[in-house]
T-cell receptor
Framework: DAKTTQPNSMESNEEEPVHLPCNHSTISGTDYIHWYRQLPSQGPEYVIHGLTSNVNNRMASLAIAEDRKSSTLILHRATLRDAAVYYC???????FGTGTRLQVFP | GAVVSQHPSWVICKSGTSVKIECRSLDFQATTMFWYRQFPKQSLMLMATSNEGSKATYEQGVEKDKFLINHASLTLSTLTVTSAHPEDSSFYICSAITGGYYEQYFGPGTRLTVT
């Protein structure tokens, strides 16, 4: 199984940056790292993906460790709408772990 | 773009009946669609992978005769829960991809309650 390890929950205040870590020590050299988030009672939403280099898009940034055994999703300025469960995944078959529940306080 | 819809969004059925859930890619052709199940407070669990025009590949422990998947076109996949029982009550979510697995587009989910 493609296992990832994430903290169960994290908290942030609005407008502050949030760094969501993920360990994926068994990742292979060709596996992409994906991040999705899920709001209550909704399907997951794609956030970002990467292979080796750090990636940026309009939603977030993805910082990938040099050995690729861990990565960090960075929300530069958290908003209340960013409160969700964040999942990091890898391998072609997306196996969802338990994810990190992010709470954002006004 | 890249919108996936599911129908119905919620359904209540009696034990022993069958329920069909549709998953459509609205503005792209989906080479592969996935079906997930999610119980309350739990993560998503992949049930099966379906490719247009071929039989679905089921994950270990998922009964293929109970969860019938049909992927008749590049924009439509259906999941039929046959002879549903209360333990099948769950949130069913589909997703679709256009090529590689780099970006999955998820539907909004269907909440099934079996009474």
């Amino acid at each position: 199984d493609a296992k990832t390890t994430q903290p169960n929950s994290m908290e942030s205040n609005e407008e502050e940056p949030v760094h969501l870590p993920c360990n994926h020590s068994t990742i292979s050299g060709t596996d992409y790292i994906h991040w999705y988030r899920q709001l209550p009672s909704q399907g997951p939403e794609y956030v970002i993906h990467g292979l080796t280099s750090n990636v940026n898009n309009r939603m977030a940034s993805l910082a990938i460790a040099e050995d690729r055994k861990s990565s960090t999703l960075i929300l530069h300025r958290a908003t209340l709408r960013d409160a969700a469960v964040y999942y990091c995944l890898y391998t072609d078959k997306l196996i969802f772990g338990t994810g990190t529940r992010l709470q954002v306080f006004p | 773009g890249a919108v996936v819809s599911q129908h119905p969004s919620w359904v209540i059925c009696k034990s022993g009946t069958s329920v069909k859930i549709e998953c459509r890619s609205l503005d792209f052709q989906a080479t592969t669609m996935f079906w997930y199940r999610q119980f309350p407070k739990q993560s998503l669990m992949l049930m099966a992978t379906s490719n247009e025009g071929s039989k679905a590949t089921y994950e270990q422990g998922v009964e293929k005769d109970k969860f019938l998947i049909n992927h008749a076109s590049l924009t439509l996949s259906t999941l039929t829960v046959t002879s549903a029982h209360p333990e099948d009550s769950s949130f069913y979510i589909c997703s679709a991809i256009t090529g590689g697995y780099y970006e999955q587009y998820f539907g909004p989910g269907t909440r099934l309650t079996v009474t």
